[in-house]
DNA sequence: TCCTTAATAGTCATTCTGACTATAAAGGAG
DNA sequence: CTCCTTTATAGTCAGAATGACTATTAAGGA
């Protein structure tokens, strides 16, 4: 912040906010984006479909109580879910988003590889996987956020490496596919793929030397990791024009 | 938000939180990227240039809020800033960002044409032009914030047709030109420019029939006005890797 | 042993881009 | 008035990147 405060300022009587964060985590599952969801059991919205989320702690940073949920939810360690993409969306601050008081919520986009049903461990134990295109009317405004979460990964997909976070460490490049092709909604060529991502420097690196048969049928494909590259220059543009 | 309130909970003992919005109002002036800095004269940093900004107020979104700051900052009307490109940048929560408590910044991008010297009309009467490159240190964490805010600008003119929120209603191709070149800190082909420029459907359109000299020297340029189209596809890439 | 499926290897034309060269239309210096 | 400089605009050409295809290889299953 810049202003200075206005006179006479008390924190306790002056700013009724609460700050809180709600997290978009996708994963690919069956060749479909799903996302994580809660169902709520408290009055404002009980029963309803939620993203995950709550309040951001007197000595935390958003960022840190966005990775702190994600652990929650998704029933895993800090330390595991530490490795996932976690990536600060924006923030939602209608004065009415939240019928209760004045909640200022800053929203997080996570990216996960496909994870067992989640145990949670936290205090929404009711959380599961949804499919993200058609998860009925959510709670409070989060229609909202999961639909600009869903256009940002999207795009992000077109110039930056971020596929790979969807995908187990070690990945062939048809499963890499699959992730363009959900996330996107659309078919892409396959030679044509391939021939993008192998000839982007960094963005995937072939493992030591062991191929691997996918459902069974088919020749094997060859395993690869993430590689160090984050930005693709240049993109992998979408068919069409922008947006889902 | 989403998760339930704690239990028992009342927002003036439990979450003394301040929300603020941050502007980084830019703008081209004499071929150079600048920025619309307020010399703080309270306590914190006093004396220290800052982006301006301002408390959030009860009733107000943070967009609101942004857009009514601007309007104070530089002097004009709430409706001439209106038609300003505002966008939202990310939210800033470390817990010691500000000394004095806890404040949650919102911040937000502006680009707007050349305009008169700010005649501060709000609170900050010292609002100022500076060259966005070499600010100085900056009060709190305005200086990452304006790092920021600088790139984000610089990747969507990439993408984007934002360009023109930098130029007067009625521009010349090389006033353009002078938006990338200033931006990116790099230099540009002019007829490239002016190639993917007027190729790409409903990034400018030519104004009826009247050039003008720019300087005075050579040839006088034609009239363009900003085009429907907000998506540059294919992009616009910058010569080198990403970032500035 | 065929048939199907999926991975991988190429080909070819089109589009886009970067690097240029050329021409046109102003103002300024002599 | 005539060069000279400056800036806008037109056009050319090779290389890179992309989209649309056509093989070929290596599995599993009937």
Redesign the pocket.
């Known amino acids: 912040m810049s202003a200075d405060a206005p006179a006479g300022y008390d924190p306790h009587a002056f700013a009724p906010f609460a700050v809180t964060v709600d997290l978009a985590v996708f994963t690919v599952r069956d060749s479909r984006l799903h996302v994580l969801l809660v169902e709520r059991g408290a009055d404002p919205y009980k029963g309803h479909w939620a993203l995950p989320g709550g309040f951001v702690l007197p000595r935390e940073s958003a960022e840190s109580a966005a990775r702190r949920e994600l652990a929650e939810e998704t029933g895993l360690t800090e330390g595991t879910v530490s490795a996932f993409h976690l990536e600060q969306l924006r923030t939602y601050s209608d004065p009415d988003r939240d019928p209760r008081m004045r909640v200022v919520s800053v929203a997080y986009a996570a990216l996960v590889p496909d994870l067992p049903e989640p145990r949670g461990g936290g205090d929404a134990a009711s959380a599961q996987w949804w499919d993200a295109k058609t998860p009925g009317p959510l709670a409070f405004d989060h229609d909202r956020i999961l639909a600009d979460a869903h256009d940002r990964i999207g795009a992000k997909l077109e110039y930056s490496c971020l596929a790979t976070a969807f995908c187990p460490p070690e990945f062939?490049?048809?499963?890499l596919?699959q992730v363009y092709e959900t996330v996107w909604g659309v078919e892409l060529?396959?030679?044509?793929f391939?021939?993008?991502v192998?000839?982007t420097p960094g963005f995937v690196q072939a493992v030591a030397g062991s191929?691997r048969?996918?459902?069974?049928?088919?020749?094997?494909?060859?395993l690869y990791r993430a590689g160090a590259a984050t930005a693709l220059h240049?993109?992998?543009?979408r068919?069409e024009g922008r947006s889902t």
Chains 1, 2 share one sequence.
Do not use: S, V, Y
């Not at 062939?172 to 499963?175: C, I, K, M, N, S």
């Not at 048969?213 to 060859?222: L, W």
């Open positions: 062939t490049l048809g499963e596919q060529d396959r030679p044509n391939r021939r993008k192998l000839t191929p048969r996918t459902g069974g049928r088919g020749k094997p494909a060859a240049p993109p992998l543009l068919p």
